[in-house]
Every structure is written in structure tokens, then in C-alpha cells.
């Protein structure tokens, strides 16, 4: 059974610095593309940055240059370090894993539970 439990979420002031992690259990994880995903109250759910098997990253352009996103592919695990975080950061904030597997044509995706971040002064 896949399982993704994010931790480190909380609130945090304009400015300051989060870090948030997912521990996978129940998944090659080696195999998967590892995201992080947010969504704000009555918004959609976006990506906020994605790391590939090899390591290649994808941010959103609101996050560039103040989050960052790594993986230990030894331990399961996604990180997503958030510095100089803004109001607008504010979301639920999900771990998501993903895997296309093309000699079957299916597309794997899991996800955690969520972890609130707010963002107040």
C-alpha cells in the first residue's frame, strides 16, 4: 500500500523559512517523480516544484529562487525548503509521486494528506 506523509508545516512569518518533508513507504521510490503541490483556499491546486529521478527540478515561477526541492532516494524521502516565504505562500501544501509506466501506458499518482503552511505576521 503507497503511502506519502508530509511533516513540517505550520506558521511562519513573511520572511522566515519552512521546511517541509515526505516520507514514502509502499513504492519503488527511485522510480518516481517526487512534487510538491499547493492549493489556496478557493484556487486550484498547482505545482509548486517537481524532482526528477536524476534529479532535474521544475518550480513554479512564483517559488524560484526561495524554495528548493531534494530528494534522499536512499531514505524515501522529498524536501521542499522554503525561504523568504510570502503571504501569498499560504496553502495546503502536498506531496505527490508520480510514475508513467509506458509498457503498460498507465500513469501512476499518489498523494499525501496535506499539510497546512500559513503565512502571518
Known amino acids: 500500500q503507497a503511502q506519502l506523509v508530509e511533516s513540517g508545516g505550520g506558521l511562519v512569518q513573511p520572511g522566515g523559512s519552512l521546511r517541509l518533508s515526505c516520507a514514502a513507504s509502499?513504492?519503488?521510490?527511485?522510480?518516481?517523480?517526487m512534487g510538491w503541490y499547493r492549493q489556496a483556499p478557493g484556487k486550484q491546486r498547482e505545482l509548486v516544484a517537481s524532482?526528477?529521478?536524476?534529479?532535474?527540478?521544475i518550480y513554479a515561477d512564483s517559488v524560484k529562487g526561495r524554495f528548493t526541492i531534494s530528494r534522499d532516494n536512499t531514505k524515501g524521502t522529498v524536501s521542499l525548503q522554503m525561504d523568504s516565504v510570502k503571504f501569498e505562500d499560504t496553502a495546503v501544501y502536498y506531496c505527490n509521486a508520480h510514475f508513467s509506466d509506458y509498457s503498460t501506458s498507465r500513469e501512476h499518482d499518489y498523494w499525501g494528506q496535506g499539510t497546512q503552511v500559513t503565512v502571518s505576521s
Open positions: 509502499g513504492i519503488i521510490f527511485g522510480i518516481y517523480v
Open positions: 524532482i526528477t529521478v536524476r534529479d532535474y527540478t
